[in-house]
C-alpha cells in the first residue's frame, strides 16, 4: 500500500499547528510567570522549536511574500534590488522575535531595521488594547516643538482600567522651586516627512511607555519603524502645520519685526544663572512662512 505523500498544504499546516503549540509556551505572557532560569529554559526550547517549524519551505511559501507590504511587515531595504533585501535567515529570526513577544507578521506589526525586530505602531496599539481591564483609551497629542533634527511633543494618555481613570502625561513638569523637568516625548523628523507622520511616531512611542507600565515586563520588544531611518512623504489629508519660529535657550522667540537675517547669539550666549519663573512666553506664529513641510 503507497503512502500519501504530504502536500505543500499540510505541511504548511503542520507547520501552523507546531508554531502555536510553542508559542503558547514561551511567549513573553507566559515566561513572565516562571522563574528566571526556567524561563531560559523554556525560551530557548521554544526558539529551537520555531526553527524547526520555519523551514526554508515555509518561510518562502508564507512569510517572504509578506515582506514589504503594509499588509505583513515593512523593512528597510524593501526599495532595494532584490538580491539586496533580507533574506531567510534574517526574517526567520525576526519573526521568531516578533512573535514571542506577541507581535505578528501581518498588519505592519513587525518592522525589520538593520536585521533587527521592532515593534511598529500597530503593534504596539493591539498589544495596549489587548490588556486585561483596559477601555476608553484616549491619546492627545499637542504641537511639536521643533528641535535640531527632531521635535519634542506633549502627549497626554488617559485610560481606564478595570473602571478606573488614570492618566499620563508627558510634558513639561514645572516644581514649586522654578525647576522643571522636560518629559515631552522626543522624535526624529526626517527629510520630507510630514506631520501625520510625526503624530504617528508620538504616539507609538507614547502607547510603549504605558504598555511598558501596564505589563511591567522586561520582556516587551524594541519600539521602532522604517520612518524612523528613511525620509518617506506622508501624504497628509489636510495643509501640514506652519513651522515653528527659530528657538533660543529652550524658547521660542518672537519674531515680529524683527529681520530674518538678524544674528541672535548674544541671547543665545548669555548664560542663565536663575532658573526661570513663571509662566513660558506665548509663542507668535504671525510671520510664520506656512511651507507646510515641517511642524
Known amino acids: 500500500m503507497n503512502e ?4 505543500a498544504t499540510t505541511a504548511i499546516e503542520k507547520a501552523t499547528t507546531d508554531i502555536e503549540a510553542a508559542l503558547a509556551e514561551c511567549n513573553v505572557a507566559a515566561l513572565k510567570q516562571l522563574p ?15 526553527r524547526a517549524a520555519l523551514t526554508d519551505d515555509v518561510m518562502k511559501r508564507v512569510f517572504m511574500p509578506l515582506m514589504g507590504s503594509p499588509l505583513g511587515f515593512i523593512t528597510d531595504k524593501d526599495r532595494e534590488e532584490p538580491n539586496k533585501r533580507y533574506g531567510i535567515e534574517v526574517v526567520r529570526d ?3 522575535e516578533g512573535m514571542i513577544r506577541g507581535l505578528r507578521p501581518t498588519n505592519n506589526e513587525i518592522n525589520i531595521i538593520s536585521r533587527r525586530c521592532y515593534a511598529a505602531k500597530n503593534g504596539v496599539a493591539r498589544l495596549l488594547s489587548e490588556v486585561d481591564g483596559l477601555s476608553n483609551l484616549e491619546t492627545l497629542t499637542g504641537v511639536p516643538h521643533n528641535m535640531p533634527s527632531g521635535a519634542l511633543v506633549p502627549v497626554t494618555i488617559r485610560w481606564l482600567l478595570n473602571g478606573t481613570q488614570h492618566e499620563r502625561v508627558f510634558d513639561i513638569v514645572k ?5 522643571s523637568t522636560d518629559r515631552r516625548i522626543p522624535v526624529r523628523v526626517n527629510a520630507g516627512m510630514g506631520a501625520d507622520a510625526i503624530i504617528g511616531k ?6 510603549k511607555a504605558v504598555l511598558d507600565q501596564l505589563t511591567g515586563s522586561a520582556l516587551t520588544v ?11 512623504e506622508i501624504p497628509a489629508e489636510g495643509p501640514a502645520p506652519a513651522p515653528a519660529p527659530p528657538e533660543q535657550d529652550g524658547r521660542r522667540m518672537n519674531l515680529k519685526d524683527q529681520k530674518a537675517s538678524a544674528p541672535q547669539t548674544e541671547a543665545a550666549e548669555k548664560p542663565q544663572t536663575e532658573p526661570r519663573k513663571g509662566p513660558p512666553p506665548v509663542p507668535d506664529f504671525s510671520d510664520a512662512d506656512g511651507d507646510g513641510r515641517d511642524v
Open 222 to 232: 524594541q519600539d521602532g519603524e522604517v520612518l524612523d531611518t528613511e525620509g518617506v
Open 4 to 7: 500519501k505523500k504530504p502536500t
Open 202 to 207: 508620538v504616539t507609538r512611542k507614547a502607547h
Open 175 to 179: 516644581r514649586k522651586d522654578g525647576t
Open 36 to 50: 528566571a532560569l526556567r524561563q531560559a529554559v523554556v525560551l530557548a526550547t521554544g526558539v529551537s522549536q520555531l
Open 94 to 96: 525576526c519573526l521568531i
